[in-house]
């Protein structure tokens, strides 16, 4: 089992800048990949960005490529979503999320996952 605690979300203004962290600890996760997920209210929870804890390799939203970016601190266990950009659709609570998923294609899928954090408030005012 991984433990999962975000934090970094506030209120921003348009065009603004936010860090997101993820600390992650419980378990050796080498083979799993971390993701970044959110919900907006009434709307499902939709993918942001994933990277792969060992190899490094990433994936992104179309919505959000070229304005977020996800890394990783190994020896901190954290992950981190640098969002550049923001605008009021960004507007939602992010989640960490953890899973041995094995199939690049499956980075998106919420189903993929099977660890969770509990939330981090993002708001972007217009």
């Known amino acids: 089992q991984v433990q999962l605690v975000e934090s970094g979300g506030k209120l921003v203004q348009t065009g603004g800048s936010l860090r997101l962290s993820c600390a992650a600890s419980g378990r050796t996760f080498s083979t799993y990949v971390l993701g970044w997920f959110r919900q907006a209210p009434g709307k499902e929870r939709e993918f942001v960005a994933a990277?792969?804890?060992?190899?490094?390799?990433?994936y992104y939203a179309d919505s959000v490529k070229g304005r977020f970016t996800i890394s990783r601190d190994n020896a901190k266990n954290t992950v981190y979503l640098q969002m550049n950009s923001l605008e009021p659709e960004d507007t939602a609570v992010y989640y960490c999320?953890?899973?041995?998923?094995?199939?690049?294609?499956?980075?998106?899928?919420?189903?993929?996952?099977?660890?969770w954090g509990q939330g981090t408030q993002v708001t972007v005012s217009s």
């Open positions: 999320a953890a899973g041995p998923v094995v199939r690049y294609s499956d980075y998106d899928a919420v189903r993929s996952y099977n660890n």
């Open positions: 990277i792969h804890w060992s190899g490094g390799r990433t």
